[in-house]
């Protein structure tokens, strides 16, 4: 049986998740609204501006429920997803709200504006060799992380120029995060570790 | 803002291309100073277009229309978290790298402006940051995607609220490609030769169904029933120019063209968002405006 996973389509490349899904071996429903989430047993939350989803996710009244199925099913959050994840945020808006859950500080646009958007390989034991090619897109950065959230994927020191490593892919539980963007690459590995979280929950 | 530069690699078709995905089902705002940026934001704007005066004024003002001046910009990106883009004429190169200089996030090589080169467009694969380019038709996309536009918006005729030809551009662009999804592989030589774009684009767009960057629409929306229309004839997402700062309440305008746009295939919701804006811009037909004044002519 292929789980039925939607995708918060309020706004960001939704298309993108759903297809990457569908090849995961899921059915996808694309949500935006309450009664929309009745029976699906996981959430993406896409890429996007995480600003304008909160906003749209507060008028909609959607946000009291996303916390509540936050509890119950997995989610995963790619880029703006990881934003909408966070417990704090740092350089966002000083109202802007999150579903919330994911125990870290994610810094909005850490690397900087679009000119220094960026594509990387990365190791991400999770997943398995080879090296993950990560795309960045005006991305936030997992600042902190409290002990039960699992590293799964940071930017070593050696490749940044801060000379510490870069927290860029986190679980906790049934939540997963990335800073980057695996919907826009066809390597799908990130999509199947989510859709198995799904499955064996 | 504090930055952590990586060794990564910047500026590739996929970080361009992928930033306009990031925008999708979402609404741009123009804006002319920190404060209507401000609402556009809160409004839940995807990004605001930073420009010295909305398309209504350029054409009731007229004169030469050129790129903002570095410290408007500069005022918008510091007051807005969202993405900022802004405006360079067309052909102008040097404009266009002032913008990235200043950190913008897109620049729109705009035929609002008074074009600056009536031939060649900026070769924008030269550039860090991504561009996204006006278009009438498929072969004028084709021609700005193959000089490295990373993102598409349908002209339509800005700063009249007419959308009537926001309508037929996006009509014709979706129309073309449809057309070019049905042809068998050996009419792709000549339907590249009519279009004027490369045949390796058309290919590309013949086989995907739909162009290689996302597709925007421009030019008269007015209304959130506007906005929804756009979405609904398959827009990745609307610009929205002088249809909310020139209206009555911009405030309310703004938020209902956001909604009406999230929600554009329920009616409900459009109705909802549509009541009580008080005036929306006053508004030129375009059958009015003489052949030579009308910007979407601007472009090849």
Known sequence: ?201 | MATDATTGLTGTTRVKRGMADMLKGGVIMDVVNAEQAKIAEDAGAIAVMALERVPADIRAQGGVARMSDPDMIDGIIKAVSIPVMAKARIGHFVEAQVIQSLGVDYIDESEVLTPADYINHIDKWAFTVPFVCGATNLGEALRRINEGAAMIRSKGEAGTGDVSNATGHIRTIKGEIRRLSSMSKDELYVAAKELQAPYELVCEVAEKGALPVVLFTAGGIATPADAAMMMQLGADGVFVGSGIFKSGDPVKRAHAIVQATLHFDNPDEIAKASRGLGEAMVGINVADIPVPHRLAERGW
């Open chain 1, 1 to 201: 049986m292929s789980p039925v996973i939607g995708v918060l389509a309020i706004q960001g490349d939704v298309r993108e998740h759903a297809h990457c899904l569908e090849q995961s071996g899921a059915q996808v429903r694309l949500v935006k609204t309450v009664e929309q989430f009745q029976g699906i047993s996981g959430l993406v939350i896409p890429g996007g501006e995480s600003t304008t989803m909160s906003i749209l996710a507060v008028k909609n009244n959607l946000l009291e429920p996303l916390r509540e199925l936050r509890t119950k099913i997995p989610m995963y959050g790619s880029c703006a997803g990881l934003i909408m994840l966070a417990d704090h945020i740092t350089d966002g808006r000083s109202d802007q709200e999150t579903i919330g859950g994911l125990h870290i500080t994610a810094r909005r646009n850490a690397f900087g504006r679009q000119v220094d958007s960026f594509e990387i390989d990365l190791a991400i034991p999770a997943i398995g060799a080879p090296d993950y090619h990560a795309i960045f897109i005006r991305a936030p950065l997992v600042e902190s992380a409290a002990d039960d959230v699992e590293v799964l994927a940071a930017i070593p020191a050696a490749n940044s120029l801060t000379n510490s490593d870069q927290i860029v892919a986190v679980r906790q539980d049934n939540i997963l995060a990335t800073s980057f963007h695996p919907e826009i690459t066809s390597d799908l590995r990130i999509h199947d570790y989510f859709v198995e979280m799904v499955r064996s929950a």
